[in-house]
Structure formats: structure tokens, C-alpha cells
């Protein structure tokens, strides 16, 4: 019988491990599944010092699946690294949830003069931020005055919904460097997208993305609690669904734009999408990624009862090379945790055609 159920543990192992390359698109449930990796490495732990106690040999298939497997234990989880040369381009992301401002009932939290006084105080060259609000009609909430013009930096504001006059949300770069041209990558009229700027660093230039592909639209608050989670997984599940099968589609438009790019690209934001999915390994196959190369601990970048999420990513193309990675946990004014990074690089800057694989 433990014969059995080990050898099905590793097959069932190396199917899942090798399932995050199936799009959603094809297989809608299959995004659910790699949920489960994390899981499965643990079990497979477990067995192989069982089997290994109890002299059996075959503690060697939870082993192999393991090393199998180690790619996730890298994207799971970094030992604290020693800091580079902190010199060099820096860069920030954040999902600032429309500034602490309530849509439903049109009234501003707390948060709001603390999230506003410390992005102007952070000293990144270039910010990156989705679910970006804009009013200028009230001067305490024209972001785009208080965050680019009195702070010296240039500014690609991308609206979703609203009017340039009026309120109004959507996506925003902002730079210390010069902006030589901008634009949308795609637009889903709700709360989504993806825009890119052209940044001329000195006498480099770096096509930088800014990403909020599809969200889960869960009410983490309804899943603080078991008699909540019996009343709404159905949904939630429906949701996970739907959201992942989206997803899969915005990255194959994403991808396509990233490839015809001019410039070496760098890119960061919300992907509504953990570790263990199609959308994180694709992006992880073409360019590396920030937390995996210089982050420390879990690196987790969701605010709320689903702490253990990590959702924002940067990612990168050589030959750029990352100095320093940083969540910045002690910033909870969002449902999301700030993420920066810093970046140098060997001139001149030159785009890489040849795709990395590393798997």
C-alpha cells in the first residue's frame, strides 16, 4: 500500500509541476490545481524522512520529486542576501487602491495624507502605480500635481474610466527621466490594464510596463472565517476561474507588445496571479524576476485576511542586472505592499533577442 501511494504522490508530483505551462484558456481548471504545489512539496518531504527512517528505498521518489520541484522552493521563498551597490536606476510599484478614495460611497479614509506623504517622499526615479486616482478639481487629490509636477517628475497618465477634467482612474508612470513616448497596451474599461513609457536614462533608453492584468474580485472578508468560507468557496472558486482564464489571455497580448519592443523592457505591477500559474512562468521564461534575484523571506504583497499571496512582481530583461529587491511591508496605507527595485547595467543598453529559458 505505501508502495502505491508514493509512487502516485510523484507522478501526480511531476504532473503538477509541469502543469503551470497549460493556459487556462485550454484548461480553465488547471490554475486551481498548481495552487497545490506548495502543498505537494511539503508531503513529498514528509515521505521521503519517513521512507528514509523506516530504510525504504524507495524514499527516492519523493526525493527526485523534490529536486523535481526546486524551482518552486526559489519561488516561494529567498534567504536573506547580502546588498549590492545600491547605486543605480530605481524603480517602484504599487497598487495604491485609488488612494485610500471609496467609490461606492465617494468618501476618503484615513490613509489618504499618509499614502500621499510618503510616495512624495520616496525617493525612486521612476513610479509605477495602478488603481491611480485623479481629481483635479480638489487640490489635496490632484495626484498628478502633488506626485509629478511639484516633485520634478515627468508623468504618462493612462486614464480607465473618468475625464481628464473630472475624477478619474486608471494607470500612471512617473519619472525622473525624460518620457520620449507612451501608450496603452490594453484596456479593459473596468479597473485592468497595461501601459508602457519609453524612458531616456542618460543615453539609454527603457521601454518600462506597467501591468494590472484581470482581478480576482474576491471579498477576502467574507473568507476570514470558517463559516465563511463554507458559504462562499463556490464563488470564489468561479471567480478564481474566470480571473486566471482573463489573465491568460491579457498576458498573450502583453507578451506580443513586449516582443516587438525597440528597447530593453522592464516590467512591474499587480498580476492578480501567484507563483504557481501560467502568467507568472511565462513571464518567468522570457525575463527574470526581481524577488527570485535579490528578495529575501516570502516576499508576500497582499494587505489583507489573504496575506500569504504574492501578486506583484517586477520583471526584467538582461542585460539589466538587479542591485537590490525590496517589499516594503511597513507601508499597509493599500490592500497591496509597495515593491521597489534598483537596477545597473553595462552601456550601451542593448536588447537581447534571444529569449532565456531557464527551465
Not at 501526480?12 to 503551470?20: E, G, R
Not at 489573504?306 to 538587479?322: C, G, Q, T, V, Y
Request: aromatic share 14%; proline share 4%; net charge neutral.
Amino acid at each position: 500500500m505505501i508502495r502505491f501511494i508514493t509512487v502516485l504522490l510523484f507522478l501526480i508530483s511531476v504532473a503538477l509541476f509541469y502543469s503551470v505551462y497549460i493556459s487556462p484558456e485550454f484548461f480553465p481548471y488547471i490554475g486551481l490545481i498548481t495552487l497545490t504545489i506548495p502543498l505537494l512539496l511539503f508531503i513529498n518531504a514528509l515521505f521521503f524522512f519517513l521512507l528514509l527512517f523506516a530504510k525504504r528505498k524507495l524514499a527516492i521518489l519523493p526525493l527526485l520529486a523534490i529536486l523535481l520541484g526546486w524551482k518552486y522552493v526559489g519561488i516561494t521563498f529567498q534567504m536573506p542576501k547580502v546588498s549590492g551597490n545600491s547605486d543605480g536606476l530605481s524603480i517602484l510599484s504599487y497598487n495604491v487602491a485609488l488612494f485610500s478614495y471609496d467609490r461606492n460611497n465617494g468618501d476618503w479614509r484615513e490613509n489618504n495624507k499618509n499614502i500621499m506623504k510618503w510616495l512624495q517622499e520616496n525617493p525612486s526615479d521612476i513610479k509605477c502605480f495602478q488603481e491611480f486616482y485623479q481629481d483635479p478639481t480638489t487640490p489635496s487629490r490632484n495626484a498628478l500635481k502633488l506626485l509629478g509636477t511639484e516633485m520634478g517628475y515627468e508623468y504618462s497618465y493612462q486614464i480607465i474610466e473618468g475625464k481628464p477634467r473630472a475624477r478619474s482612474y486608471g494607470m500612471a508612470i512617473f519619472s525622473r527621466y525624460p518620457i520620449i513616448n507612451e501608450g496603452k497596451v490594453l484596456d479593459t474599461q473596468r479597473n485592468n490594464g497595461a501601459i508602457f513609457a519609453d524612458i531616456k536614462v542618460d543615453r539609454d533608453t527603457i521601454r518600462i510596463y506597467n501591468a494590472h492584468l484581470e482581478s480576482m474580485s474576491i471579498d477576502s472578508e467574507n473568507l476570514n472565517n470558517l463559516t465563511g468560507i463554507k458559504e462562499n468557496y463556490r464563488e470564489t472558486l468561479r471567480k478564481l476561474k474566470r480571473g486566471q482564464f482573463t489573465r491568460a489571455s491579457q498576458l498573450g497580448v502583453l507578451e506580443e507588445h513586449m516582443k516587438n519592443s525597440p528597447y530593453v523592457n522592464l516590467l512591474v505591477g499587480d498580476f492578480n496571479d501567484v507563483p504557481y500559474s501560467y502568467t507568472y512562468f511565462n513571464l518567468r521564461r522570457q525575463m527574470k524576476n526581481a524577488f527570485e534575484e535579490a528578495g529575501s523571506g516570502f516576499g508576500f504583497t497582499y494587505n489583507k485576511v489573504l496575506f500569504f499571496l504574492r501578486i506583484d512582481n517586477i520583471f526584467f530583461e538582461e542585460p539589466l542586472r538587479i542591485q537590490g529587491f525590496k517589499t516594503h511591508r511597513e507601508v499597509d496605507y493599500s490592500d497591496h505592499y509597495p515593491i521597489s527595485a534598483t537596477f545597473n547595467w553595462q552601456k550601451p543598453l542593448v536588447k537581447i533577442q534571444e529569449i532565456i529559458l531557464e527551465d
